[in-house]
């Protein structure tokens, strides 16, 4: 069964800082991977999903990159601003198996 | 506009009681998901539907309900039986159940009171 996590648990960072969010995963046979963001008490909004042939997804400022023989995605955040303070949680899709969701980064970004 | 919508939003349950959250969906869209938040655990998955008239239990279906009659509705009924209902509770879409895309709708809170 797919087992996911999240490095760090939750990030403190001032305006403009440049960001990495971790995810890893224990089964590498996955169709795509999904990154989502998590606003206090609201669902979720997907960012960037990519596939499995894919190695790096792009949206704006937000970069995803894609290793999957070794179990790892890694969301960056360019320039972050406080509007990006949320929990974001990665959501890997094995084959054969329901979405599983990572336990999410709480990331904050003070003015 | 397309999307899912849950509701309601908040939701107060007093012991013993059954209540039913509501999830619909204009995506066309013909697999449905359900799962529970809870603080600090993820997300849960209750119950999942691959196409209308079928459902399956997913990893914490005890104390659930659900029906899939039509394929923009997937209700989901909290029974008496679930001993600890207190969570957000998060429905999901995707076009098929398979390599695509995940869709949220905005969860409804429930309380026991």
């Known amino acids: 069964k797919q087992e996911v996590t999240q490095i760090p648990a939750a990030l403190s960072v001032p305006e403009g800082e440049n960001l990495v969010l971790n995810c890893s995963f224990t089964?590498?046979?996955?169709?795509?991977l999904q990154w989502f963001r998590q606003d206090p008490g609201k669902g979720l909004t997907s960012l960037l999903l990519?596939?499995?042939?894919?190695r790096e997804q792009t949206s704006g400022r937000l970069n995803a990159s894609l290793d999957k023989s070794s179990g790892r995605s890694t969301l960056y955040i360019a320039a972050s601003q406080p509007g990006d303070s949320a929990t974001y949680l990665c959501?890997?899709?094995?084959?054969?198996?329901?979405?599983?969701f990572g336990p999410g980064t709480r990331l904050s970004v003070l003015p | 506009d397309g999307g899912i919508t849950q509701s309601p939003k908040y939701l107060f349950r007093k012991e013993g009681q059954n209540v039913t959250l509501s999830c619909e969906q204009n995506?066309?869209?013909?697999?449905m998901y359900w799962y529970r938040q809870d603080p600090g655990q993820g997300l849960r998955l209750i119950y999942y539907?691959?196409?209308?008239?079928?459902?399956q239990k997913g990893d914490i279906a005890e104390g659930y309900s659900v029906s899939r009659e039509k394929k923009e509705s997937f209700p989901l009924t909290v029974t008496s039986a679930q001993k600890n209902p207190t969570a957000f509770y998060l429905c999901?879409?995707?076009?098929?159940?398979?390599?695509?895309?995940?869709?949220f709708g905005q969860g409804t809170r429930l309380t026991v009171v």
């Open positions: 089964d590498s046979a996955i169709y795509n």
């Open positions: 999901a879409s995707s076009i098929g159940y398979g390599d695509t895309e995940a869709f």
């Open positions: 959501g890997p899709r094995s084959y054969g198996q329901n979405f599983v």
């Open positions: 995506l066309n869209h013909d697999a």
């Open positions: 990519i596939q499995s042939s894919q």
């Open positions: 539907s691959q196409i209308v008239n079928d459902f």
